[in-house]
């Protein structure tokens, strides 16, 4: 309150502030050795100002009254020098003000409370269980626990407390052929990073599986090469939700939409706004995308975002169709003649007090099909196709255009059946039309939710946790290369 | 806020080994001032002056290790960070990979800070940042860019008496300029540890955007093989990622592209086109980087390949000693040693190709033989008897970047280059504008 006090009086419009204590242990093994092993903390107090239409932000690691009135009038100096190079000046949509506001992630089990022997007892147990299968040769695993403590203060009235948890058990196995002509490895692509506590450690029962993960690793080796060709695509959740964040989560973004993020991350196919919003047909009428703060066990999930506004839930593609893109305050007047929507979506985000927040990727998910199928149903409906599990590399332009995305293992589908595994496979696309050819939809049994840390944006570079939500899918006719071929 | 001198760094470094108890302990202190100034859409939209000083300590008992990376400096959180270590190491299990603390090491003087950088505040910032909106403005283009630069220190310290200190400043500016209708993209951009001997910024917006102008109507090549100009940027793109490769125990247990069959690395093999000689040497003044790693190893010149020889991969300690070799760390920036000429004049000597300002998304697709796929960006034109000709709709490749370093036709001086493609502030990269055959383009892309 002092460095608003402080902010307000030097001239600023409107300021925020942010404490942050940010704590990140990690553990690291590699066979039956611990390879790292460090638990950080760092804390500090951002300050943000806006005077004349322009922003200014500063931030420290001292902790002070004095500091903080420092930082105040720093940022309230910045914006003013700023101001001479805007041109068009920010303006806020309104926010009601949570003078008490209070949220946490709902966690079972307090990871920093599980002792550090348990954690490193079953990462040991783990590497032991998939070096155990003959042919695999070096195994990695990790446990990342992530708890940022925020109190965000506005002078719109607003005092938030918010403690996020988040939490990622990984572990990779490499089999190396004896003759040393190839290796192939394979992740836990299928246990997500979540926002939740150490019970999803347990649930993840790394020891038990690792065992599976070894043999499809050693089973890649004499894996069958992808002849190149179109193929109906089935996409286990494990795979699609990478998909669905790079070719719906950013394009859809507004900043990128609008060019503000043209030097880095870049621009989007979703525009002008005016020519998209409620007419671009994004898929088939089975297709139905929300974007989503309040998931529970979601990375993206919070209780307000990073300047005061409440999480909310919204469509973004529905029956088909692109309705919606993701806001920010100062965003909200950029469209809001088009989506006639005249409150942020709460998609404000900065990845530590050390960074200014900006607009950052909600949960973006697609819903199950009315059809209650499982992937079975999916592959039994396929003659000729490619069933992909987990995420692999993936690569899509800078409009969001054209992608070439691999993933952990390929099995070929022949007349409803699955067969044998593949291995090199990378399927390229362009997003309209890829979307466009879904043509069946997993339901509510089959919905997973897949999610990754380090989504990256903005410049400098921040990271944003970031969940999707998926059922299987299949997509018709999808162009798959060989990735060891020159096509 | 001052950066730390190497008195205060000491001071620092022994007050937080004085709190601990374990056998061994190790210290690296970072400290300095962080700023950045953006624009987009031809004006200022944020910036950050950022404050920070934070240090890791790592506490050993034998082959027991934790480490702890902290901000809170005062007495307490000192004694409150170091207990934490402490207590982690004892409960952790022995790593057998673990080396001993080194004793006190002599390091290169690397002259890297500049006062030019350290005094680009956020006033100084707006005022650059602004000249190049304007300019974009007053051309009927649409500008975007980024501003960043650091004042810092780093500093390591252990038990064994082991003291290094580096302080050094780098900025970067870059800037994406485009069509107002969104059908034309041309970027500039570059870094340097010296504010004034970088390129200036109004040098660069104009680049950019003669580049956007020039690739507006871009035609569709169709996707092949094609002889390709690759700007310095674009070289930096993919030879940053060629560092990824060059350890030597993925290497020797048969994991890596420079694996060899049946086992073993293959050192001593010619592997890329004669003419390149690859290293690092943070004494380079090209380079100017950190002469000592985060344990307090040196870090001196070293050739990873001389006339297209693998003549070095790197070696951790441990595995140094294991293989009998000697330690070789990876660090000091990476340069490429060119010949003569602008990537300009290299076009002149192509009579069919394209010309490539940067890359974008680049992903691994193939570790075993480090092919990648990414995407050509914000300036991407046909080559045709020698002059460029028009501009091309942008291209997917899938390509082994060891094999694209052994089909070099020709190459041009090298400059430092923004290697990242954040356009942030990495590793130093210097690179030459290179003349590649067969370079493999496998789809269209519509973005531009």
Redesign the interface.
Known sequence: MVALDAASTAGASYADARVMRVRDQRIGTRE????D????????IAVRALVGG?????????LNRAEAVRLAR?AVE?AR??A?????PVQLAPVDPYPNGEWSTPIRIDPFAV???EK?DLL?AANAAALGVPGA??VTSSMAFVRLQTTMASTDGSVIQQTLYRTWPTLTV?A??P?????QSRTSAEVAPMGLGYEHVQAARLRERAPEWAEEAVQKLSATPVEPGDYDLILDPSHLFLTIHESIGHPTELDRA???????A??S?L?PPEQVLGSFQYGPEIMNVIADRTQRGALATVGWDDEGVPADSWPIVRDGVFVDYQTTREQVHWISAHTGVNHSHGCSFAQSW???Q?QRMPNISLLPGEDDYVIDDLIAATERGILIKGRG??????????F?F?GQVFYEIRNGVVGGMLK?V?Y?G?TPEFWNSLDMLGGTRSYELGGTFYD?KG???QSNPVSHGCPAARFGNVSV?N??S?? | ?SILTEGEARQLCERVIAAGTADEMLVRVESGL?G???????????????????V?VTARFGRR?????????ERTGIAA?VR??EQ??G???E???QMPLLGEQLYQTVPAFFDSTRDLD??SR??V??TA?DAA?SAGL?G???L?RVARITAVANSNGLFAYQRSTLASF???V?TRG?DG?G?AGTTHNDWVRMTPPAELAERAGRKALQSVQAVTVQPA?YTVVLEPTAVGNLIRLLANGLGARAAD???SAF?????GNRMGDRILDERLTLYSDPQDPDLLERPFTDEGEPVGRTVWFENGVLKNLAYSRYWAERQQAQSVPLGGGLKLEGGSGTALDLVAGVESGILVTRF??????????M?Y???T?DGTYLIENGQVTRAVK?L?F?QSIVEMLDKIDAIGEAERVVAS????LGGAVVVPPIVVRDF?F???????
């Open positions: 039956e050795q611990v390879s092993l460090r638990d950080d903390e760092t804390i500090g322009a922003w200014g932000f500063v931030a420290s690691r001292t720093a910045q020098g700023n001479a190079a805007v041109r068009v002792s550090l022997e490193v040991l040769r070096f490499t190396v052929a003759d040393y002509s190839d290796f609008l060019g503000f993020e043209a030097n880095y870049g621009t196919f525009a050390d960074r200014v900006f590399s993936y690569s899509i332009d800078q409009q969001r255009f054209n070439q691999g090199d990378a390229q362009r990256g410049q400098p570079a290369i990735t060891t020159r096509g | 806020m962080d950045n100034t953006r624009f987009a859409v031809n004006q200022l939209t944020t910036a950050g002056e950022v404050e920070d000083t934070e890791t290790a934790a480490s702890v990376r902290f901000n809170a400096l960070a934490k270590a982690l190491a409960l952790a299990p790593d057998q990979e956020s006033t707006a005022i940042v602004k909106a403005e649409v975007t860019g980024f960043p870059t800037t994406t485009r969104g993209s970027w093989p247990e048969g994991r694996s060899r069959p049946g086992g974008w998304y680049i992903r691994g697709v193939d570790p075993r033989t092919v796929t990414g995407l960006r942008n997917r899938n493609e954040s356009g942030g493999n496998t789809s269209n892309s519509d973005a531009v």
